[in-house]
Each structure stands twice: as structure tokens, then as C-alpha cells.
């Protein structure tokens, strides 16, 4: 009697493996995406960057097709961060301080995917790798494997149920740990029918400001890695100073590099204290030098060979060909 009941119950657990669908890891991974936009959720979750561990609350909401997030810290400094669509704003609780940043084209503080992985099939390989649990809940792991050494390689766990990140792990080029964050517990309150991908909803995103031109940075990037495009460019004044930073942004969808151009004041030279050469801390890598009588620094979640590569094809326009 023992023994057939065994048998029914190997029987069983073969027949809903069966049943379970087969997704490629691009499926998960768009998934996923779509996911992220369309579900409230929130959770405890633990952020390694630059050898420093923080534990946060994470709080994802949706309302009149629009999308939140909060991340409210559990240790000092104490503070709250909140991102509207491209806008975030960190506020401390002790100084009563505000700073509000834009971030165009960053979708989440979890894990950032584009929406379109067919464009990248020329440069990463995304593979799913296994079956891991993560916050007590049965997760794929995929693997997003870049074909060459120009960027890092990431790996995500997703929720099987819900399709959310629950893990995500950016490693060096050796294999070593980068940064990484995790959810020790995630609860989802609600999900929109069709997450999916196969409706057509959209999350109403504001779009970055469209009156300022790539056209009108003051340095062209001449040669670019490949899948990475010219994304983003806002010209804004220096707190301190008022002297104007050209800040360009670039993009393959995972991996973003950031040019800047800070024009010297009265031209007598780059004050920003910034030494030339390349600095690294942790998954940031960034390089720094002078442009005739201003200094530019690029730098990204990138190999430091890559923000090299990018640097050493900056020129001003004035002095292009």
C-alpha cells in the first residue's frame, strides 16, 4: 500500500511537470518586464553596491495607468525615495533635505530590462540556467550573456508565479560578485489582467524633454560599442559654480554610460577636482580628461575598457572635421 502510494505521488509530480509550459528565457525575461509594470507589490528588499549591504522596504504601485515606486530605508541615514516615471526624489527624514534627480530611461530600482530584447540578440546571449528559490518562492534563473567583454553579465531570478524579479546579481568579467539585490520577502497585492504580454496594455511613461537635441551637445561621440545608442541629452547648470554640464546619455538596454562635459569657468582651466585617469567602485567604472579647457568624465555599470573606449572618441564639435 506504501509503496503504490509512492508511485501515484512520483506519478502526480511527473504529470505537472509536464503540464508546466516551457518558456525560452526571452518568454521570462518580457515576462518579466511586463510584470514589473502592471502589478502592485512590495517587499523587504537587500541592496549590495560598493561593498555597503542596505535593507530596504520597496513598495511598487500602479494607479490611472501610472506607476510608483518607493523604497523607504530601515537604517540610518534614514530617508525615502520616491520615482514618478523618469523623476526621483530622496528625501531625509533627520535634515528635512530633498534632492530630485531625473532619470530618463531607467524603469526600476530593482532591475532595469528593455522593453524590446529582439535588438539585442547580436550581443547578449540570454539562457535560462535553472530552477532556484528565492524569498521561499520557486524561481527561474536567467542568465543574460554578453558576446563580448564590453559589458557585464547579469543574472536574474523571476518569480514563476508572477513573473517579478526576485534577485538580480551583476557579475565582472572574472565571475566576480558586483552588486547585487535581493527580496528576503515580496508580497503581491494585485496583478492586471494580461501581464503577460499578450494584451496591449501600456504604462504611460513621461518622456524625457524633446526640445533639447543631441544636436546641441557641445562634444560628438564618434564611435560607439556595439548595440549602444545615443539616448538622451540635457545641458544644466552646476550647483556650486553655474557653469554648464553637457550630459549625454548612452544605452544597449541593460548596461547606460553617461558622458559629461563640464565647461571650465573663464576658461582657466577644469575645476572640478576630478583627477584624470580611470576609477573604478564597484560595478561604476569611470574615466576623466581634459578636452582643451574642459573636462570630460564618462562613466557606466560598464568594464572599465569600455567608458576607455568611448572617452577616447569624444571630441568637441568645434574641432571635428
Request: one cysteine or more; aromatic letters at 8%; proline letters at 4%.
Amino acid at each position: 500500500m506504501v509503496q503504490f502510494f509512492f508511485v501515484v505521488l512520483f506519478s502526480l509530480a511527473e504529470t505537472i511537470l509536464a503540464a508546466e509550459e516551457v518558456l525560452s528565457a526571452k518568454q521570462i525575461l518580457e515576462k518579466m518586464v511586463k510584470a514589473m509594470e502592471m502589478s502592485d507589490y512590495q517587499g523587504t528588499v537587500v541592496f549590495l553596491k560598493n561593498d555597503k549591504l542596505e535593507t530596504m522596504k520597496y513598495f511598487h504601485s500602479l494607479s490611472q495607468n501610472r506607476r510608483q515606486e518607493r523604497l523607504v530605508s530601515l537604517n540610518s541615514p534614514l530617508r525615502e525615495i520616491i520615482r514618478n516615471s523618469d523623476e526621483v526624489k530622496c528625501s531625509y527624514k533627520l535634515t528635512r533635505q530633498v534632492i530630485v534627480d531625473h532619470r530618463p530611461y531607467e524603469h526600476s530600482f530593482i532591475v532595469d530590462a528593455p522593453y524590446n530584447l529582439d535588438e539585442l540578440t547580436g550581443i547578449y546571449r540570454f539562457e535560462v540556467v535553472g530552477d532556484e528559490e528565492v524569498a521561499m518562492l520557486p524561481a527561474y534563473v536567467v542568465t543574460i550573456q554578453p558576446k563580448d567583454d564590453l559589458r557585464y553579465v547579469r543574472k536574474i531570478w523571476i518569480s514563476k508565479q508572477h513573473f517579478l524579479p526576485l534577485k538580480a546579481v551583476v557579475y565582472d568579467l572574472s565571475g566576480i560578485v558586483l552588486e547585487q539585490v535581493v527580496f528576503t520577502e515580496m508580497k503581491v497585492n494585485k496583478q492586471v489582467s494580461g501581464h503577460n504580454g499578450n494584451n496591449n496594455n501600456t504604462v504611460a511613461e513621461k518622456s524625457p524633454d524633446k526640445n533639447t537635441s543631441l544636436n546641441e551637445a557641445a562634444f560628438e561621440v564618434t564611435v560607439l560599442p556595439q548595440g549602444f545608442k545615443q539616448i538622451f541629452f540635457a545641458r544644466k547648470p552646476l550647483q556650486k559654480t553655474g557653469q554648464p554640464v553637457d550630459h549625454m546619455l548612452l544605452s544597449d538596454g541593460f548596461a547606460s554610460v553617461s558622458v559629461y562635459l563640464e565647461q571650465s569657468e573663464n576658461n582657466s582651466g577644469v575645476n572640478s577636482g576630478l583627477p584624470e585617469g580611470i576609477h573604478s567602485t564597484g560595478a561604476i567604472n569611470s574615466m576623466s580628461r581634459k578636452l582643451e579647457s574642459s573636462q570630460l568624465t564618462v562613466l557606466g555599470e560598464v568594464p572599465a575598457t569600455t567608458v576607455k573606449f568611448i572617452a577616447e572618441g569624444v571630441k568637441l564639435r568645434q574641432s571635428a572635421d
